[in-house]
Structure formats: C-alpha cells, structure tokens
C-alpha cells in the first residue's frame, strides 16, 4: 500500500513513511485507502493487531517481520474491566506495558521497526519519553535524547525518565515543553546534521506509533458480545484516531467519544468545523495539554466525513470523578481516564444505553500525588514502574536554546 501526505505532495511506502515520521512537504502520511475486513476472534491482542496490520504492511520490506513486531509489542494486554454487573460499563486497561501508559504499545512497535543506526530526539510533557526511552533502551545502534521541562513534570514521571541510562540520555530543560518541542523540531529541520546522525523523532504522528493503537479497541470489541462504544480521553488525538481506523477496518465498534481535559481546540473544531490552535492549558490530565493536536489534520483527511462528540471535563470535575469511582467501584483512576468516565457519565444522564467502555490510558500509580489524597488510599505500583523507581536516576540540565542541542549532538 502507497502512503500519501495530507498535503498532496509526497509518496512512500509503508517503511520509509515511518522512518521519514513528518512528509517532505509538511504533511502526515496516510494511507492511500482503510481496507475493510473480516475480522476474526483471536486470543490474544498480538494476533488481532498482526491482523489488523497485515492489509498496510503488503508488499513492505517490513512485512516478513510483522509476526515478530506484534510479538515483541504486545507481549502485555489489554484486559477489559467490567465495572457492573451487565457488563455495560468498564474500563479497557491500556496502561499494562513497562512504562504504565498506552504509550508503550506505539513506542515499542516503532522501535522495531525503524531501520538503525538511529539518534531518536524526543521531546516530553510526560509519558512519551518514558514510552520511546523504555522501548529503544539497549536495542544495538540506538541512541535516544529526551528533553523535558524542569519542574514541570511529576516526581515519579522525572525519576522515570532519567531511570535508564546506557544508550538513553535525559536532559530537564530550563523551559516549558513548547520550548522541547521547539528545540527538537528547529534540530530536525537540519537535513545535513540529520543525516550524519542519523536523527529521526519518535513524536505522536509517527506512524509506527499510531497503526499498532488500533489493536485494543478492536480486540476489546471482538471478545464482547455484540457491539462496543469506546470513550476515548484524547490529546493529540491519535490514540483516538486509532479506534476510529479500528471500527473502519471492521470492527464491531459503535460510536467513538472524545473525552478531553480543559483545552477546548477538539471541542470547538468538532462543533464549528474550525480549527484554531493556541497555547495549551496546564491540567491535572497533564498528557492531554494540547492546544494544537497534531493528529487532527490527519482524522481530517482520512476520514472528513466522522464527526465526533467531544466533553469537556475541568480540573475540579476530574478531582470529583476519580474520588466518586473509587467510592463506587473501590477503582483508582489516573486524571485522563478519569475525563472519559465523567463524558460517559453525562452521556448516561442524558439517556444513553448499550455498551460502553472508556480506555484507562495511565496506571494511577504514576499520578498518585494527584490520586491518593482523593481516593484516601494508596495506590499499589505495578512492578515494572516500581522497578523503574527503585534504579538510579539522572537527568543533565541543559538551556532552552536550539544551539545546546546541537552542540551535544
Ligand atoms: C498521551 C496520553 C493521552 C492522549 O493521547 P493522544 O493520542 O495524544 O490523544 C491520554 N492519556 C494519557 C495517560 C497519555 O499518556
């Protein structure tokens, strides 16, 4: 299958469209059409994504190896939580990987397949670096360079990024994210320096990131029975865009919720039709503080006939939502999947039925000083994050200027 940029002015196949990330002329790369499948039950989600992807990687040097990435990327699932007993309302559990986030599905399946040697530059609010840091740490030919902006990231989200060391190198930038993102990008546009290094980015239009996100919807919604409705928290918009490719391919997916914290860009676009991007707001749903979602221009183009229900859920109705769960259900959620039990909570109000599940995106335990005074509780930490927690960890400083990064490159 051809992958074209959405703006026209570019062609690849599927592996130097992930190698590439951003088209030459700007654009995102989407594929030329979204077959329509058959799909069958499998039992387990590295079967169902090996499925899913089969139809794009046709024909692609990649695709004797497919068996083995999905292998590889999907050693963890992705359990369903049913929360009643009409197995009506659950959770899809996408945060079971190294690093607790559904990040580390994306992340592990572009490092297997982006050719080596590579330096990945990754700018991080957050849960990115971890992700990309965890899936590239040790693989032979490798280097990773993560920003983040000091002070601006939590504790354990700090301690994780520096936790790897070896071929991982973590520097807390004296600036705010946009500053990161900045810095990497102003790096990137250098195509000389970016060929005698190697240098690519791991940021969340990669594809290799984005086609492998269709697998947990689809496998949740194949095991159920009958027809399943995905509440999906959404901040650049792709592990979104991901479940709405799922139900194109096939699945038996109902209708796609976005669920978004404070910044109103979705919720706008999608009421008005008109995109205006801005400067995000900070959030205690930290991952989703987006005020330009890269993957949007992407949705527009695959699919410009999808309209999508977004809600908008504040700081003070996060806080309430994830202390009402815990009452409920004796649940801890992390900030972001707290955004999508509230949208389906007013759904519900205003007299929505049938079946619905929102994707848990984070494991609480890496938000718990936001989590644990709510819920009164302390929220147990997944081995491998504890791991993670228990080594050493070490982040260099470095000035907000383009010309540091390029100086240690
Ligand atoms: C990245 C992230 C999101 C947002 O996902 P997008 O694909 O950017 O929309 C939501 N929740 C968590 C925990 C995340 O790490």
Redesign the pocket.
Known sequence: MRWLSTRGGDEQSLSSAIAKGLASDGGLYVPERVPKLSLKRCETLAQTAEQLLAPYFEGDALAPRLSALCADAFSFGAPVRWLDSGSTFGLLEQFHGPTA???DFGARFLAGCLPTPATVLVATSG?TGAAVASAFHRRPGVRVVILYPDGRVSARQAHQLGAFGNNVRTFKVAGSFDDCQRMVKEVLADQELCRRLSLTSAN?ISLGRLLPQMASYAHAALQSEGPVSFVV????????LACVMAREMGAPIGEVVLATNANRVLLEYFLSGTYRPRASVATLAN??D?GAPSNLERMRAMFPLVKLAVEVVEDEVIRRTIAETYQAYQVAV?P?TACGIEALRRMRAAGEKGRWLVAA??HPAKFETVVEPLIGAAVPVPPALAELLKRPSFAAPLSAETEALRALL
């Open positions: 986030a559904f990040k849960d969340s928290p959404a901040g650049n918009l792709g592990n979104a991952a989703m987006v992390c972001h995106t984070a």
